[in-house]
Every structure is written in C-alpha cells, then in structure tokens.
C-alpha cells in the first residue's frame, strides 16, 4: 500500500519569496508522483508529474519538483511566488508500471498562503 | 474542448433520504475516477470506471453508495440513506488512459444534516 505525508497544513508566505512544500511517501513499490493545485472554488488542476527520468520536474506557474528516491521525497518548489499563488496544494501517488490502475493516493493537502 | 463536469455543485439533504451526483467526463476519456474528501482529511479514491465496467471500487464505503457509468459517458454516483458522515466533496476526474493526466471537475458539496 501507499501512503503520502504533506508535513505542513499551512505555509504563510510573503509574495515574491520563495516556497517549497514537503511531501514524503511510503510504498513497497515504484510509485509515479504528482502535485495538484486547487485553487478556491474550482477543481484540481495538475501542476506537474514524475513518471520516469530526470529527478527534476518543471511545471506550470513556475514551480518545480525533486523526486528523490533515497529520501521518498517530492518537494515542491518555486522561486518567487505570487499573490495568485494562493490555493491549496496536493501531493499524490500512483502504482508505477503494470500495476497502475491511475488510482491517486492522495496527501492531506497544504495551504499556501501568500501576503502582500 | 469542455472540462469535467458536475451537477449538482452543492448539495444539503437530510439524513435518510438519497442523493444522485452525476459527473460527466471529457468526451473520448474511458478512465472515470470517483474521489471524496471528507472535512478535515484527504482526498480519497472511491472507484474507478474504464468504459461502463467498473475496474476497482475498493474505495467505496459501504453498500449505501452506487455507481453508475451507462453506455460509458457520464456517472452518477447515489447515496441512499444518506448518513452524517457521507457529508464532503466529491470529485470525479477523467482521463483518456490510465497514465495520463487526470482531469478534476469542479466538486459536489454534500452536506447531510
């Protein structure tokens, strides 16, 4: 089975900084990982996603996230955030190869607040 | 090209009666996810749907809820009795194969009084 952590629920931070938002994941096999974006009101939207190959992953909006295998980890980041940047962020997991069925193991989700 | 949609998007009922959430996915997409998330806690997978066949409804939590895709195009999700801790949203998202991009709709916003 699967499990994703988001370690923080909440991360306040002034515009034009930069963020990044942890997640960690445990699985006994290869998982592919995603970060979603939901702003308010709407539905998820994908930011990025890692199904193989280069570590560093570019999505949309400027952010970008590192798969680290030794450390399960996909933290996402971006250099300078903005005031639209503001919404809740998602973590989440899938089985890898055959054994995908696009089931998404979900992270209890953080809330990026950017202040002017 | 229009998203996945969902009706209704909000949704207050009494405990005991039924509810029917329906989703339509993006025309051509086979794969149809159902997910909830309940107040407080994360976004979890109910079922899902490849074509009118169910592949996996492992998540679903009991026999109160039904699920439904005929002829492949649009799902209704039902709930009857509806009970307090049915209460969340649920989304329903969409894809052309099990690997690509799933697409979210917007939510239904259950709550059960």
């Known amino acids: 089975a699967q499990s994703v952590t988001q370690l923080d629920s909440q991360v306040p931070v002034f515009e034009e900084a930069p963020v990044e938002l942890r997640c960690n994941y445990s699985?006994?096999?290869?998982?592919?990982l995603f970060w979603y974006v939901q702003y308010p009101n709407q539905g998820l939207q994908l930011l990025l996603k890692?199904?193989?190959?280069?570590?560093l992953v570019k999505g949309i909006n400027g952010f970008e996230a590192e798969f680290n295998k030794s450390q399960t980890s996909f933290h996402l980041r971006k250099p300078s955030v903005h005031i639209s940047d503001t919404a809740e962020y998602f973590c989440?997991?899938?089985?890898?190869?055959?054994?995908?069925?696009?089931?998404?193991?979900f992270g209890q989700g953080t809330t990026l607040q950017v202040k002017p | 090209e229009a998203g996945v949609t969902q009706f209704p998007s909000h949704s207050v009922i009494e405990k005991g009666q039924t509810v029917t959430l329906r989703c339509d996915p993006i025309s051509g997409h086979d794969n149809l996810y159902w997910y909830r998330r309940v107040m407080g806690k994360e976004i979890k997978f109910l079922l899902h749907?490849?074509?009118?066949?169910?592949?996996?409804e492992s998540g679903m939590p009991n026999n109160r809820f039904l699920a439904e895709r005929t002829g492949g195009t649009y799902s209704t999700l039902k709930v009857q009795p509806a009970e307090l801790e049915d209460s969340g949203v649920y989304f329903c998202?969409?894809?052309?194969?099990?690997?690509?991009?799933?697409?979210f709709g917007p939510g239904t916003r259950l709550l059960v009084l």
């Open positions: 989440a997991v899938s089985r890898s190869g055959s054994g995908n069925t696009g089931k998404l193991i």
């Open positions: 749907f490849v074509k009118e066949s169910k592949q996996d």
């Open positions: 890692y199904l193989s190959g280069s570590t």
């Open positions: 699985s006994s096999v290869s998982v592919y």
């Open positions: 998202a969409s894809s052309f194969r099990r690997v690509e991009t799933q697409y």
